[in-house]
C-alpha cells in the first residue's frame, strides 16, 4: 500500500510493523527535514515517540529512549559500582567538563578540560584510581592540565588547596567540595 503526505513523493507504509521495541502506529503529516515521512510510533514502556522513516529503517532508532537507558543500567550493574564514591566522583567529573548548565563549568570544560579517552569508561578510571578514601575527592595535580592518570589523585581539600597555593592558580572549589558533599551525605 502506499501513501501520499503532503508532498506528491510516494511513502512505504510501514504502518504495524515493528523496530526494535517499537511498533508503528500512524504516518504524521509532517516530514523530518522535508525529506523523510515521519512516523508515530508506540514504544513497548508505552511511552509515544515521532521518528522518521529514516531512522527506523537505518536501526538508529529502537525505542523511545528506553532501551539506551536500560543498557546503561546493565552495563553498570556488571560492574557493580553505581552509586559508588567512585562512581560519584567520576560522574561528576564528566558533569564539570560537559554540561554547561552546572555552576563551575567555566572552571573545567567551559575553559578546556578535557577527559582523557580511557576514562569514558568507568571500568579503566576505577583501575587508574582505585578507591576513594574517605574525605578524598578527585584532584588534578596541574589545574591547568585535563583529567589523565598521570595527573589525577584522591586528595583532601587541604591537600587540594595547599596544590592551589603551591601553583597560584585560581582552581574552582568545585572539586574539593565533592568530599565536603559526601561527608553530609549529599554528594552527587
Ligand atoms: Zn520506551
Known sequence: M???VSTKSKVI????VRFGRLIVIELLPYRANSRHAMWNCLCDCGQKIAVSSNSLKRGHTKSCGCLNLAKIKERMSKHGMYG???YRSWIA?????S????????NYGGRGIKICKHWKNFENFYKDMGE????????????????????CRWATPKEQAN???????NKSKEES????ATKTGNGN
Open 2 to 4: 502506499v501513501l501520499s
Open 177 to 180: 567540595n565533592e568530599a565536603n
Open 132 to 151: 576513594r578514601p574517605v574525605g578524598k575527592s578527585l584532584d588534578r595535580k596541574n589545574n591547568d592540565g585535563d583529567y589523565t592518570p598521570d595527573n
Open 13 to 16: 507504509d510501514i504502518a504495524n
Open 93 to 97: 567529573m564528566f558533569s564539570r567538563c
Open 99 to 106: 554540561n554547561p548548565m552546572r555552576k563551575g563549568f567555566v
Open 84 to 86: 559508588t564514591p567512585e
Open 163 to 169: 596544590n592551589r597555593r603551591k601553583r597560584n592558580s
